[in-house]
């Protein structure tokens, strides 16, 4: 089965491809990351519904995949960090703690569309400055909503404690996007 990812994120085109009946072939959305939704799961939802509407737009025919991931914690929505003092603060933010990561997803062919929210909860240990001050340093978290990548072995030592989807946090629910396929668009 065909699919078009709306992204260009090396770890969603990485993760779609756990999906073995799947062909993927990648046409990023280009627009502007913007939603009125004040809820996050609505907003990431909404998000996806976005990239995935404009990548229709553009002319691309059959099943699309579009995704949105953010992280919040103590209710504070954290994209990706442009400096390396937003990075430190994020840290400061989410060490210590339990947060949580909410893709949108949304899957697209024709006037059919299905979409939802997984969620995932990290916790972290207490904030470790030589840790958060070399993994930052690799320059990795500025590609990353929150600032990190579960994924990412410097990070190992913070990380606590997962409930939920372990690939949701890398960006895609790989198992609940299979299901969705095969429920409402495999034929």
Known sequence: MKITLASASPR??????????LE????PSDIPEHTDKTDPSEAVTDLAEQKA??????????LILA????????????GKPHTREEAFAMFRKL???THSVLTGVCLMRGDKIVSFCEKTLVEFGPY????????IATGK??????GYGIQDEELAPLVVGISGDRDNII?????????????????
């Open 67 to 78: 995704a949105d991931t953010m992280v919040v914690a103590g209710g504070e929505r954290m």
């Open 12 to 21: 969603r085109i990485e993760l779609i491809k756990k999906i073995p009946f």
């Open 171 to 187: 960006g895609l629910p790989v198992g609940r996007v299979e299901r969705t396929i095969l429920e409402n668009f495999y034929l």
């Open 95 to 97: 060490c210590g703690r």
């Open 141 to 146: 978290p500025f590609d990353k909503a929150g």
């Open 128 to 135: 470790d400055d030589a840790l958060v001050s070399a993994y």
């Open 53 to 62: 509407r404009a990548v229709s737009a553009a002319g691309v025919d059959g």
């Open 24 to 27: 993927v072939s990648v046409h």
